[in-house]
T-cell receptor
Framework: GQQVMQIPQYQHVQEGEDFTTYCNSS?????IQWYKQRPGGHPVFLIQ?????EVKKQKRLTFQFGEAKKNSSLHITATQTTDVGTYFC???????FGAGTTVTVRA | NAGVTQTPKFRILKIGQSMTLQCAQD?????MYWYRQDPGMGLKLIYY???????DKGEVPNGYNVSRSTTEDFPLRLELAAPSQTSVYFC????????????????FGPGTRLTVT
């Protein structure tokens, strides 16, 4: 079955630094979505990517869908304490979620 | 709109007991989902529904049952609870148009934290 892997599992970031988290699928995806879950909260939709090579930005967050539609990345610039949480990628409509990247920020 | 609501927020069950987790949405979404999230893990799909009267299994359906008699409600039934079912359960919904550019955005409820001892 479809498997979505995310790396790294944990990301400890100094406030103000940049980081990237990666999502890799064993199969080609028709679409990929990114969600953020704050500690103790529920996943909240961030963005959806559909087209090969697509790049979308939301303020300090940049999302990219690979040319082969089997991988994706989320890049955060100038990390802030509000970025703390777990970022999940999920593929296709019966969302196969990766295990997520849990981000902590050192002030 | 309340969005997706789930009850109860917390529950402790004894092994072998049964219970129903309630989920309701008021967004007229056709698709609804049940996930479980174990500590430090991602979400695993238990069951989903593409419309009233239609349900299908996800990755981890064993030990659970669902029904969808209305668009709004999608209860999850646990029969004979086991410690392995200790988890946080999330219900979600989405609107799938089927034509044109479709958003698969899922709206999640606040979750039910279930402990089986």
């Amino acid at each position: 079955g479809q498997q979505v892997m995310q790396i790294p599992q944990y990301q400890h970031v100094q406030e103000g630094e940049d980081f990237t988290t990666y999502c890799n699928s064993s199969t080609t995806l028709s679409n990929i979505q990114w969600y953020k879950q704050r500690p103790g909260g529920h996943p909240v939709f961030l963005i959806q990517l559909v087209k090969s090579g697509e790049v979308k930005k939301q303020k300090r967050l940049t999302f990219q869908f690979g040319e082969a539609k089997k991988n994706s990345s989320l890049h955060i610039t100038a990390t802030q304490t509000t970025d703390v949480g777990t970022y999940f990628c999920a593929g296709n409509y019966k969302l196969s979620f990766g295990a997520g990247t849990t981000v902590t920020v050192r002030a | 709109n309340a969005g997706v609501t789930q009850t109860p927020k917390f529950r402790i069950l004894k092994i072998g007991q049964s219970m129903t987790l309630q989920c309701a949405q008021d967004m007229n979404h056709n698709y609804m989902y049940w996930y479980r999230q174990d500590p430090g893990m991602g979400l695993k799909l238990i069951y989903y529904s593409v419309g009233a009267g239609i349900t299908d299994k996800g990755e981890v359906p064993n030990g659970y049952n669902v029904s969808r008699s209305t668009t709004e409600d999608f209860p999850l039934r646990l029969e004979l609870a086991a410690p392995s079912q200790t988890s946080v359960y999330f219900c979600a919904s989405s609107y799938f148009r089927g034509t044109g550019e479709t958003s698969y955005e899922q709206y999640f409820g606040p979750g039910t934290r279930l402990t089986v001892t």
